[in-house]
T-cell receptor, first 114, second 113 residues
Framework: EAQVTQNPRYLITVTGKKLTVTCSQN?????MSWYRQDPGLGLRQIYY???????DKGDVPEGYKVSRKEKRNFPLILESPSPNQTSLYFC?????????????FGSGTRLTVV | KQEVTQIPAALSVPEGENLVLNCSFT??????LQWFRQDPGKGLTSLLL???SQREQTSGRLNASLDKSSGRSTLYIAASQPGDSATYLC????????????WGAGTKLIIKP
């Protein structure tokens, strides 16, 4: 089944403790991105990657890092999480071979930083 | 800059009614528009993808239309059921973006039994 898999689904952590949220897709998509969703602010893009070793900032990149060493994986790294990073996070992927295809989203990761 | 607006923000209707959710966008230079469903605190489920060259797409009780020239899309839900209760989001894929979707704020739909 074609899918984007995020782990973990739920995470509670303490301020300053480094964490990684994993994202993996099995569709050989070139493009992957991370979004966060907050009440009243909607979905905002954090980082995106056009292909292996190619990443760029989205609208809200502060406090986050990403890497794209393999085509299928795009982990989101919070080096020193803070309470304002408490949010619902989504990973998405799509092909860049044709602009008329849609996006596939993961099931989300609910992160709480205390 | 592309902006996407969804009206209404919330809608509560009795079971069985046909209903229409609206999505408008300011720039008609888009590749496609995608409708998503989101259950509370859960993931995003893609419902329909409608290309800029298409007028409508159908899936079961759902029908999405697109009028690119006027910057509007509608999601029509026939014979609504309590299980349709969710937030419905539309997102456009602009031609001038780095593959970044531009999102509406969503319509929260409640279907009363």
């Amino acid at each position: 089944e074609a899918q984007v898999t995020q782990n973990p689904r739920y995470l509670i952590t303490v301020t300053g403790k480094k964490l990684t949220v994993t994202c993996s897709q099995n569709m050989n998509h070139e493009y992957m991105s991370w979004y966060r969703q907050d009440p009243g602010l909607g979905l905002r893009q954090i980082y995106y990657s056009m292909n292996v070793e190619v990443t760029d900032k989205g609208d809200v990149p502060e406090g986050y890092k990403v890497s794209r060493k393999e085509k299928r994986n795009f982990p989101l790294i919070l080096e020193s999480p803070s309470p304002n990073q408490t949010s619902l996070y989504f990973c998405a992927s799509r092909t860049t071979a044709n602009s008329f295809y849609g996006y596939t989203f993961g099931s989300g990761t609910r992160l709480t930083v205390v | 800059k592309q902006e996407v607006t969804q009206i209404p923000a919330a809608l509560s209707v009795p079971e069985g009614e046909n209903l229409v959710l609206n999505c408008s966008f300011t720039d008609s230079a888009i590749y496609n528009l995608q409708w998503f469903r989101q259950d509370p605190g859960k993931g995003l489920t893609s419902l329909l993808l409608i290309q800029s060259s298409q007028r409508e797409q159908t899936s079961g009780r759902l029908n999405a239309s697109l009028d690119k020239s006027s910057g509007r899309s509608t999601l029509y839900i026939a014979a609504s059921q309590p299980g349709d209760s969710a937030t419905y989001l539309c997102a456009v894929f602009p031609m001038d973006s780095n593959y970044q979707l531009i999102w509406g704020a969503g319509t929260k739909l409640i279907i009363k039994p």
